[in-house]
Each structure stands twice: as structure tokens, then as C-alpha cells.
């Protein structure tokens, strides 16, 4: 039997768990994470899903940071059976369990983000940071017809959504925000990635698209049948205003950071994924420039 200690984890999960026990399965095992679906009665969608992460990995909704290097050396694998009980996670069962002691998990709670009073700041870190760092890391290379096809229907569903946005036109962003919905490769397809950047943005308290906070959980919620558990989580955590670290960091900055509090968060974000972040920069952007009345920027999808 193996045992860790949570060093970190998210205040409201902490305070979900330790008002009940809980059990579910192991969903996926990666080298640096590990991610739990909560099967116990009372729990939906985005809490059912719990993320474990390394000594270095990010925190962020539902995360919990433990003291391991690798999840590859667990002696578990997906379906296996997980139990909390007060203060400690049981992930697969004898001896092949892992045993989390959550005891003296430190709790870990967004900040809150605000939009300015005045937008000259965000306006600025946009035009002269974000839009000509999304320009310069465009990818590279042959691209597939697929591939190219796939990039077009990005670009149209966040530029249709941004413009539906500005105009007021509801049914017209549902329709982008549908179309954007699980589309892409890989664990969190791009089009959930720019869907959670905008959200991110979008979200933020006194943001001047307020109004649509209930349109943004209307698309979270549709999330749940068009794409994958994870990057349905991700989505709508982010529809209601949560989101991962380095995320909300950049967030702050475009809105009250210098240029290179802007770069220096950018680059973290950037870094998440083979592709995510700049796919969640993206949404950030056009969320960015939905907030400023319209956008004026490079195409960089």
C-alpha cells in the first residue's frame, strides 16, 4: 500500500468532502495527473470530476496537488475503485491501493478578478500583447485537408460568437457556441479550449457582458453531450467564473498588469498542452475584445 500527502487543494472541494463520503472510479492516468469521477449520489457535472495533480502541477477547480512525481508508478489504472472518508482518499483497494491523506491540504482559492473602471489597460495589453503573441505562435507546417477544413470551422464559430456577442443576437452565438462544442482533436479539442478562454474573461465581476452570464451556462451545460467529460468540466468551471491558476493570473493581467506581467502569464498559459493554451488564449482574446465593443485584431486561429 502506498501512501501521499495532499499538499494543496481546491477550498470548495475540500469543503464538499469533508461534509460526506464520497466514492467513484479512476476515469485516466497520465504522468502527471490523475482524474477521478465521483459516481456517489448528490454530486453532477463539473464537481463529479476531481483532477489529482504532482508537487508541480497547477491548481484550479477541483484540483487536488499531491506529494507524488509520477501517477505512472500508482499501482492503479482507470475503473479502479475510489472512496474518501474524513480526511483521506483511497484510490483502488489492498494492497495495491493509494492511500491520500488529506488532513493538512492547504486550501487554495481564486482570486477574485474584476473588470476595470477604465479599459485603456486592457485595451493596450490586447492590441500590443495578446493579439501579436497569438499572431507569432501560429503553428507551422503541412496541415492536413481535414486539418485546414477543421482550422476554418474554428475560426468562423469564435469569430461568429464574438459577433454575435457584440450585436446582442442570442441565437446566433448559441449557434457558434454550438458549433465550436467538441470540435477539434486531442483530449480537450480547440474549440473547448477558446469556448473556456472567453468564458474566462467573460466572467469576471462588473464584466460588461453580465447579462449573459446565464447564456454562458446554457453552452456549459450542452457541453456535458457534445464533448468529453474533462473538457466539458473545464468549460463549464469557466462559464461560471473558475478557472486554473495560470489562467486567472493572465486574466488580471490583460486587465490591470503591465506589458510584461502580460508576457510573463502569457507564456505560462501557453505552455499548457501541446495546443490548449493557445487555444484558450484565443478565446481569451475575442473575449477581450467582446468586452471592448468589438475586435480589431489578427486572425489567429
Known sequence: ?????????????????????????????????????????????????VALVGAQGELGPNVVQVDASSFE????????????????LHVGRGAQAVVVDMAHAQ?????????PQNSQTLQRNLTEVLWPALEATKPEGEISAIQVHTQQ????????????????????????AKGLLGLGMGLTPAGDDMLLGLFAVCT??????????????????????????????????????????????????????SQEECRQCLELVLDIGSSSGRDMAVGMAYGCAVCLGGWGGPEPC
Request: hydrophobic share 45%.
Open 1 to 49: 500500500m502506498l501512501h501521499c500527502k495532499a499538499l494543496s487543494a481546491d477550498a470548495r472541494l475540500l469543503e464538499a468532502l469533508h461534509q460526506r463520503q464520497a466514492t467513484g472510479v479512476v476515469l485516466s492516468v497520465f504522468t502527471r495527473a490523475m482524474n477521478v469521477l465521483w459516481t456517489h449520489d448528490g454530486v453532477t457535472a463539473p464537481d463529479a470530476l
Open 73 to 88: 508508478q500508482w499501482p492503479v489504472a482507470p475503473q479502479a475503485a475510489v472512496q474518501y472518508i474524513p480526511h483521506c
Open 107 to 115: 486550501p487554495w482559492q481564486q482570486p477574485v478578478l474584476v473588470y
Open 153 to 176: 470551422r474554428l475560426r468562423q464559430g469564435i469569430q461568429g460568437l464574438a459577433q454575435s456577442l457584440v450585436q446582442g443576437d442570442e441565437a446566433a452565438a448559441l449557434t457558434s
Open 204 to 257: 469576471v465581476c462588473n464584466c460588461p457582458l453580465s447579462r449573459w452570464q446565464p447564456f454562458f451556462a446554457q453552452v456549459a451545460h450542452l457541453s456535458r453531450s457534445a464533448t468529453n467529460v474533462i473538457s466539458s468540466a473545464g468549460v463549464e468551471h469557466a462559464a461560471h467564473g473558475r478557472m486554473r491558476a495560470s489562467l486567472a493570473a493572465l486574466v488580471h493581467a490583460l486587465m490591470h498588469g
